[in-house]
């Protein structure tokens, strides 16, 4: 059950045009190692999800800048011109999603949940195309499960078997993209053996992950 | 003179702050409500990417790359700080645990709504965080300048795309501090240097007078200390 | 900011008639010296709310035993006979959850969620008074939120602003109880000041908790 | 002799198990499981209450009170265990991240319904975390004797409450495993000791027979090896 892979092996799964959530919020916690290894395979069309663009230059705004990303699921872009750019000039989609709605609706899809209930976004352009459920004399917006083929995660310490610790701010996405992806590749900048990481600290127990890549910076 | 407008806006919203909150200040105008926090009173900075207890901006030597705020600036954390993720965060913005949030906009009108995350084919920079925290926190406050190139931003109904309806508690500008009530808005403070006349002139919402209402005197301010009629509210 | 009180005076301010979410499963995380209080305090008619109605010389069951409460609304009731007893002599009103369900709409409660969709349950007797909801082609229970009065919290180390680390199998429960009440009680088997609990270990942020209470065992 | 078969149903469910399975084993005969994992495949053993790698029962002079599992046994846990709280917990479960759940049953029927969880007025223990775990885990794998009281337990209908709707996929008695399809149920084998007759005898439900029909040898568990037949499923 070692889990330990290069960053190009795990890399490798990942095809054109499939979807993947990325850990990190302005491009803190999100792998850079996978970042590295997806813009050398030159994987393209894929749709990326996560919570927000980053710079041109950090997180995922490498990736599309590179011209690798068809769409962007995110909550906020404003510190990425770029992007602004790209989707003025119809080369990249973009969906803006409430953050509070998006983290919720990724551990929905990783926890089996078909949707919740929420008042974020009510009465404003966010309730378009979807179900308003009444409860009591309350209103809520339905929201749906998110799933990605992949997940890309950063990790602070892994152990061989997949169980992850993140450090400080760098938690964000990362933990709740790793329940709600078929692959999931995790990029560590430390590697233990099993047993050398407090269970008291795991916040995401090995079930959820495929691969561990060291040497994450 | 626009950032002694800002400083303005950003003391007046720190008396509004009481011993044991929890507040989320948003980026840019009410980041600076932390600068004027009284001695006094100790509460704890939520950061919706996951930290409650921030501390000031980290110095050079203190940046650790792992700990940003939600404005992705390096910062540093108070003694019983906590990390949580983003989903956790979330859960104490929208289950009512954020006392306080003090928030930019574009527009706000009579009803409560507030307008603050596009302006449609010229900047689409995403609602962030900012609906969660319209929707979930126990008392919004606007912080902004009164106008925008000469344009009212007080209106009687926003034009631009809603970021969360009905919501607003407070509008705290240069010139005014209003009250969102059912009845519609109060004004409840002239700001120094300001006039009732000059609030009506850039205005477009209806509002009702306060029936005690007061005029805050800059040398508050100067003194550095809450005045008898700022702590009236 | 200090939050520490004897258990008496926390313990207080819970009155005839309320409702209660209390850590613990079989008694393991259940605060001891609050229900030894509760029975002290003699405090009736009390809804309680938890995964399970433990053994009648433990956990939650001990209060069960004392006749002080109305109501139990929990997932097992199996390993205490009494509760059984007093359930068919109509001494005791029992409302049974499936324990995944029960922990959501309690996470719910906290979060400001106002329900959720489960498959959970879906044409069982728990479908019943029920909204099913149809999303594509797959239908789905709405579960509702669950808040209570008070929440009794079991800590292993609490710091005095009522930041918490529960050690190992003693979580269950607990963080999401925490949430999800307007008044959150913990006892804690160790006190320390601010700045001396990992900030990586809290698990309940000191913003949900309103009286940390000493001496649990 | 009631042992015994218990031990065999343990031992063929253990069978099923592969390398790296995450697995729930529900109270009573599935922790049985537990002692006949074959030794050359490594899995993690989930505990509702919060826990991924329990270990072996603790020794008196291992107990942790800290620790039980959903049973409420003091445990030992596997290097690379984890601790979680309930909601993480039955998220893992109710996500579909748990690849195998064995639990005991009161009746099954032919749609791969179960009831498991009430005998109305008679016992009333509640579901615990049953319905959460047939409703997600990947594989639900039913244990249990093949009658009870001589009354047949696997039924065309179950007359209980049931605890999960069409989400059995397998059910393995001391007599019989049968399969759940969408064409009804196939036998697949015969345990050791057992005949067609016997199981025509003792089962209510219609079912199908397997082309490859296999009859377990008694002696395939008495050498503690995986015999052919058994290898085939």
């Known amino acids: ?217 | 003179m626009a950032l002694k407008d800002k400083e303005l806006i950003a003391w007046r919203i720190a008396q509004e702050l009481k011993d044991g909150d929890v507040v989320n200040l948003g980026i840019g105008l009410p980041t600076l409500v932390a600068n004027y926090i009284p001695e006094e009173i100790q509460l704890m900075l939520q950061s919706e990417n996951g930290l409650l207890g921030m501390g000031a901006l980290a110095t050079d030597a203190q940046v650790d790359p792992d700990i940003i705020n939600a404005g992705n600036q390096h910062i540093t954390t108070q003694k019983g700080a906590s990390y949580f993720h983003s989903a956790d965060s979330f859960a104490m913005i929208r289950g009512g645990h954020v006392d306080v949030t003090v928030l930019g906009a574009l527009q706000v009108d009579e009803l409560g709504n507030i307008a603050s995350h596009m302006v449609p084919g010229k900047m689409v920079p995403g609602m962030g965080g900012a609906m969660d925290l319209i929707a979930g926190a126990r008392r919004v406050i606007v912080a902004m300048l009164h106008t925008a190139k000469g344009e009212a931003k007080i209106l009687k109904e926003c034009s631009l795309p809603l970021t969360g309806v009905g919501k607003v508690n407070m509008i705290v500008t240069e010139k005014a501090v209003m009250e969102v009530t059912s009845h519609g808005l109060v004004l409840k403070e002239i700001m120094p240097g300001s006039t009732l006349d000059d609030i009506f002139a850039t205005t477009e919402a209806s509002f009702f007078l306060a029936e005690n209402l007061a005029l805050n005197d800059r040398k508050t301010l100067e003194g550095g200390e809450d005045g008898d009629q700022a702590s009236n509210f």
Chains 1, 3 share one sequence.
């Open chain 1, 1 to 217: 059950m070692n889990k330990q892979v290069s960053a190009q092996e795990a890399i490798s799964h990942i095809q054109d045009g499939m979807t993947i959530l990325y850990g990190g919020f302005m491009g803190v916690g999100t792998p850079k190692i996978l970042i590295d290894a997806l813009i050398e395979q030159g994987t393209k069309e894929l749709t990326v999800i996560g919570n927000d663009a980053a710079t041109p230059g950090a997180g995922i705004g490498r990736l599309i800048s590179n011209g690798q990303v068809k769409k962007l699921i995110a909550s906020h872009i404003g510190l990425n011109p770029e992007v602004a750019q790209l989707m003025n000039t119809g080369k990249l989609q973009v969906e803006l999603v409430p953050q509070g709605t998006l983290v919720e609706r990724i551990r929905c899809g990783g926890a089996g949940i078909g949707g919740f209930l929420t008042q974020t976004g009510l009465g404003t352009e966010v309730q378009e195309h979807k179900q308003v459920i009444q409860v009591g004399t309350q209103k809520y917006l339905l929201e749906l499960p998110i799933r990605a083929d992949v997940a890309i995660i950063r990790g602070t310490v892994a152990d061989t078997l997949g169980n992850v610790f993140y450090r400080a701010t760098t938690k964000n996405l990362n933990p709740l993209a790793a329940t709600a992806a078929d692959l999931v590749i995790v990029a560590a900048q430390e590697i233990v053996d099993p047993g050398e990481l407090d269970p008291e600290k795991v916040m995401t127990p090995c079930v959820y992950v495929n691969y561990v890549v060291g040497g994450e910076s």
